[in-house]
Nanobody, 112 residues
Framework: QVQLVESGGGLVQPGGSLRLSCAAS????????MGWYRQAPGKQRELVAI???????NYADSVKGRFAISRDNAKNTVYLQMNSLKPEDTAVYYC??????WGQGTQVTVSS
C-alpha cells in the first residue's frame, strides 16, 4: 500500500520560512520522481516543484529562488524548504509521485 504523509505546515509571518516533509512508503522511493503541488482556496491545484530520481529539479516561476526541493532516499523522504514566504503562498501543499499517488495535504498559511 502506497502512502505519502506530509508534515511541517503551519502559520508563518510574511518573510518567514517553513520546511515541509513527505514520508513515502510502499514504493521504491529512489526510483520515483517526486513533486510538491499546492491548492489555494478557489484555485486549481498547481505544480510547485519536482525532483527526479537523478536529483534534477524544476520549479514554478512563482517560487524560483525562494523554495528548494530535495530528497533523502535513505529516509524515503522528500522536502520542500520554503523561504521568503508571501501571503500568496498560502495553500494546502500536497506531495505527489509519478505513480500518481497523493498525500493528504498540509496547510501553509502566511499571514501577519
Amino acid at each position: 500500500q502506497v502512502q505519502l504523509v506530509e508534515s511541517g505546515g503551519g502559520l508563518v509571518q510574511p518573510g518567514g520560512s517553513l520546511r515541509l516533509s513527505c514520508a513515502a512508503s510502499g514504493i521504491i522511493f529512489s526510483a520515483r520522481t517526486m513533486g510538491w503541488y499546492r491548492q489555494a482556496p478557489g484555485k486549481q491545484r498547481e505544480l510547485v516543484a519536482i525532483i527526479t530520481r537523478g536529483g534534477s529539479t524544476n520549479y514554478a516561476d512563482s517560487v524560483k529562488g525562494r523554495f528548494a526541493i530535495s530528497r533523502d532516499n535513505a529516509k524515503n523522504t522528500v522536502y520542500l524548504q520554503m523561504n521568503s514566504l508571501k501571503p500568496e503562498d498560502t495553500a494546502v501543499y500536497y506531495c505527489h509521485n509519478d505513480l500518481d499517488y497523493w498525500g493528504q495535504g498540509t496547510q501553509v498559511t502566511v499571514s501577519s
